[in-house]
């Protein structure tokens, strides 16, 4: 029997095990999570974004050497880059332009380089998600984490710097928006730096600007009414929702991490509980989740680390037994050796979309190491124990 095909409580245990394996197995030597080791597009490079989650699920397992080893190369990644910040900080405080091309990446080669594959870099979310996750694991753990609070530091002199201005969104697209999920792992993570207590006063002063700022800037644009078909338009914040970016009233799955575990608006919040629910009514189909209505990538598929988030915000408002479905549907697309892909291929939004991407990166990414890191999180809430 697969691992991930046995929805029982051992089941679900198992595949626990399996994906703390499966991840400890692919860290690289560096401390570095791979997004997947065998994907061509993915392979030989390591996520901010994806990492702090991945580390994030194995911390809640009672795992702490593989996330500190984590945390610890990430500080190493972007100590490195202080000089970088440094000036593009300063010509952005004179008023030069500073390009996309100039910013920090997104994602670095295992030993902490930039990448020289052709890719789109400029995402800030990846930079406030890490701090996030670091000083969760420190709390939790009471890790020590090398470089963590230079790291941290430069971090937040970049996101201080640069917070309202677009970039790319989780999905690496739009960097012409500002995306309400982005902002969401800033404010998530200037937080952060600020309760690890190891900035100046002027840094943390800039950080708690910059927390407010964002707060009043998605109030102010980045929430819509609930609207739709025998949905009559809301004249209050108990019928709004968070949008995919400022301005627009679309709504994305990478929203439900603004409620919980970032807590832009935190779970109960009228916004909050508006934001999981028209995600899930307009992109949950059948225990699975698609990014967004307009999505092409290998057909538009839903992706099992979304199952997850929503997984999670059912869990904190205390609707376990849906949160539960949602553990089993993933644990559901597990192949027969216990991997989770980053999406499955039925139900696609686009299916005539998807082979041009097959031809272009060959079969869907797997084992993604974040639905892994997802399903950890998920299961800690929900209490199932390796």
């Known amino acids: 029997m697969s691992v991930g095909r046995d929805l029982t409580r051992a089941g679900l245990s198992q595949l626990v095990s399996r994906s703390i394996d499966v991840i400890n197995t692919h860290q690289s030597p560096s401390g570095a999570y791979p997004a997947c080791p065998a994907f061509s597009a993915y392979s030989g490079y390591s996520w901010l974004r994806d990492g702090a989650f991945i580390a994030e699920g194995m911390s809640r397992n009672g795992q702490a050497d593989g996330p500190t080893a984590f945390h610890a190369w990430s ?3 972007v100590g490195a880059r202080a000089g970088q910040v440094a000036s593009l900080a300063g010509r952005a405080a004179r008023g030069e332009a500073v390009s996309p091309a100039e910013m920090l990446p997104t994602r670095f080669t295992l030993d902490g380089q ?7 870099d ?5 930079y406030g998600a890490w701090m996030w996750a670091l000083a969760e694991h420190v709390a939790r753990h009471g890790a020590d984490v090398p470089g963590a609070e230079q790291a941290v530091r430069v971090a937040t002199r970049y996101l201080t710097a640069f917070w309202d201005r677009p970039c790319y969104d989780w999905w690496e697209e739009h960097v012409e928006q ?13 937080r952060a730096a600020i309760s690890l207590g190891v900035l100046d006063s002027s840094s943390a002063e800039a950080a708690a600007e910059a927390v407010q700022g964002i707060g009043a800037l998605v109030e102010a644009e980045g929430i819509a009414p609930v609207e739709g078909p025998g949905i009559a338009p809301a004249k209050d914040t108990r019928q709004r929702h968070l949008t995919k970016w400022l301005g627009t009233e679309a709504v994305d799955a990478s929203l439900l991490a603004c409620v919980h575990p ?11 509980a508006a934001t999981v629910a028209e995600v899930e009514r307009r992109l949950a189909r059948e225990g699975g989740v698609h990014r ?15 199952s997850g988030f929503l997984g999670l915000n059912h869990a904190r408002a205390g609707r376990t037994g849906e949160a539960g479905r949602y553990l ?25 979309r998807r082979e041009e991407w097959v031809e272009r990166w060959g079969p869907v990414a797997t084992p993604l190491l974040w639905s892994h890191g997802m399903y950890l999180m998920l299961a800690d809430e929900l209490g199932v124990k390796p």
């Open 75 to 77: 500080a190493r990644v």
């Open 114 to 120: 930039d990448g020289t594959d052709d890719w789109w």
């Open 122 to 126: 400029h995402q800030l979310d990846g």
């Open 178 to 190: 500002r995306h309400v999920s982005t902002l969401g792992a800033i404010h998530a993570g200037l």
């Open 262 to 272: 970032f807590g832009l608006y935190p779970p109960g919040h009228p916004v909050a």
């Open 292 to 306: 967004y209505l307009a999505d092409t990538f290998y057909g538009g598929g839903r992706w099992v680390l979304l």
């Open 328 to 352: 089993e549907w993933m644990a559901g697309q597990a192949n027969a050796q216990g991997e989770l892909p980053e999406q499955v291929s039925t139900l696609l939004l686009a299916p005539e």
